[in-house]
């Protein structure tokens, strides 16, 4: 084979490539993100390192405190009631034990959700003795319909996607709705279930982001998700660097929001909001919106 034919192979060969990248479809669009022009702040659990997460109180305070987004953990009752925590078990933040899945509404509603949580390490614990439940999902639409929400569907052996999606559309939240999740599994059966909500990427999703973009490869890529909420720290992804100006830039290439987690530091988060990050996840909202302040921006 001469030089002449093997350059005429390549040249079609990168031409091929760049005709399949042009028509790889880019993220479809969805109404969550209509009439946003900053970085949101997307309050952790209602602002955990402010207030005990997943409360009514947390999302309470974050409300006034000006959030954009409020991000809190979906589980499933044993009676099919969505409610919010983190873990899969009540142990590690209120006074109770046991699955949240193996539980009934009432019998979380008789727990202290802010029964463990401390801001010195367990040296006190202000919130004991205090009338703050496990509140559901239903309840905090009802009090807050006009704010944003990231809801992260947590491991569940109960169907949750239906239930998600229904009391979704019975509130008309469909635009105001993000439902992440990192298992695989529980994003595609949500997204089956409820395709007009917008999602964030999957751990899979993420990785094959990640791995095709180090390779310069993401425009190959046809995503089904809106955002890209990647872990800052190296540690959370096999000490692979994620957050980099050009992730954010190759991400914005293919219609994808990317919103970092969990940022506490208001250095990283300035530099994030200068390499336009679409929003940070954090359990300290106050910073970031001082860290906007500062930047001119908010």
């Known amino acids: 084979m001469n030089r002449q034919r093997v350059a005429i192979l390549a040249l079609v060969l990168v031409l091929s490539l760049l005709l399949v990248a042009a028509l790889t479809p880019d993220a479809p669009s969805k ?18 390192g402010l207030w005990p997460g997943n409360t009514l109180y ?36 209120t006074d109770g034990s046991g699955l949240i899945e193996e539980l009934t509404l009432y019998e979380l509603k008789q727990l202290n959700a802010a029964y463990r949580w401390s801001i010195d390490g367990g040296k006190t614990f ?39 999606c229904e009391l979704i559309r019975r509130h008309n939240m469909q635009g105001k709705v993000m439902i992440a999740s990192f298992h695989d599994e529980a994003m595609q059966n949500f997204r089956k279930t409820c395709p007009e909500i917008a ?23 046809a995503p089904q998700y809106q955002s ?3 872990p800052y720290d190296p540690k959370e992804s096999m000490n692979i660097p994620i957050m980099t100006e050009r992730f954010i830039r190759e991400a914005h290439a293919k ?23 679409d929003g940070i996840i954090t359990d300290r909202p106050d910073l970031m919106i001082k860290a906007l302040e500062e930047l001119g921006i908010r």
């Open 31 to 48: 109404p969550y993100y209509e009439n946003f022009s900053r970085p949101l702040v997307i309050a952790h659990q209602g602002g955990d």
């Open 58 to 93: 947390a999302f309470e305070n974050a409300v006034k405190l000006g959030v954009d987004v409020l991000e809190m953990d979906a589980h499933i009752t044993k009676d099919n009631h969505i409610v919010l925590m983190h873990d899969e078990e009540v142990d590690r933040t």
């Open 126 to 164: 202000p919130y004991r003795g205090q009338d703050i439940r496990v509140p559901t999902l239903d309840h905090v639409f009802q009090k807050f319909p006009e704010m944003r929400y990231v809801v992260e569907i947590k491991l569940t052996q109960n169907p949750i996607a239906r239930p998600l």
């Open 199 to 221: 999602t964030s990427a999957s751990r899979t999703e993420v990785q094959n982001f990640v791995i095709l973009g180090k390779a310069f490869l993401s425009a190959f890529i």
């Open 228 to 230: 890209i909420q990647p």
């Open 255 to 277: 219609n994808i929001k990317v919103e970092p987690w969990t940022v506490n530091d208001p250095e990283l988060m300035k530099q994030y909001i200068q390499w336009d990050a």
